[in-house]
């Protein structure tokens, strides 16, 4: 889906109506097949703490789905090109919570570091890079015209995702997984992809 994605996008370049077309089909299939496969794999894990993880990771593509809908909808229905600042946003930023509640329970059951000095600074310093983020990219623009609802949404997008991507990363890196690594890792590895596509 994703190469037959980017070859379309590039196919279709001098027709920008049919590149809407084909990117909204696109992001709308890979969000619904994505939250079909998440709510699949929740219904057939044998470990709950698992399978409320992938609840979770099926509800924020969900989430995403109907941000996609509403989207859609803006786009080749009502013909309002990019629309931004939209309800749609409230899809496309719900998908956060969720999957923060799914790194959260994919981790439960699994051996914990100690909470020493070294976990202490690896929460500090994800806690420390998220404060300047948010400082740096609301300087500019909390000095401009611009609306405080389009500011919000603007800068939402790699705030919250950012702080998503961390926490996984934390996560990831304070837990002896074994088995549960790989697919942990392929999580971790769509959610770095997510956040460079809404940077």
């Known amino acids: 889906i994703t190469v ?25 299939l890979i969000s619904f097949l994505s939250a079909a496969k998440c709510f699949h794999t929740a219904r057939r894990s044998h470990q709950r703490h698992r399978a409320r993880a992938f609840a979770f990771f099926g509800a924020g593509c969900a989430s995403w789905l109907l941000g996609m809908l509403v989207w859609n909808y803006l786009e080749l229905v009502v013909g309002e090109f990019t629309p931004f600042p939209a309800v749609s946003e409230l899809g496309f930023l719900g998908l956060v919570p969720p999957f923060l509640l799914g790194f959260y329970e994919y981790g439960r059951g699994e051996r914990d570091a100690p909470l020493g000095l070294k976990l202490v600074g690896d929460y500090g310093v994800t806690l420390a890079a998220m404060v300047m ?56 590895a769509a959610m770095a992809v997510l956040k460079a596509l809404t940077l």
Do not use: K, M
């Not at 379309?8 to 709308?28: E, K, S």
């Not at 990363?169 to 942990?184: F, I, P």
């Open 4 to 28: 037959a994605y980017g070859v379309g996008d590039i196919g279709l370049r001098d027709h920008q109506t049919f590149v809407h077309w084909w990117a909204n089909i696109g992001w709308t």
């Open 133 to 188: 983020i948010t400082a740096v990219l609301y300087y500019v623009p909390a000095r401009g015209h611009a609306s405080a609802l389009y500011v919000a949404c603007a800068l939402g997008y790699p705030v919250l995702h950012f702080s998503a991507l961390s926490f996984a990363l934390v996560s990831y890196w304070q837990r002896e997984w074994g088995e549960n690594r790989g697919v942990l890792g392929w999580l971790i």
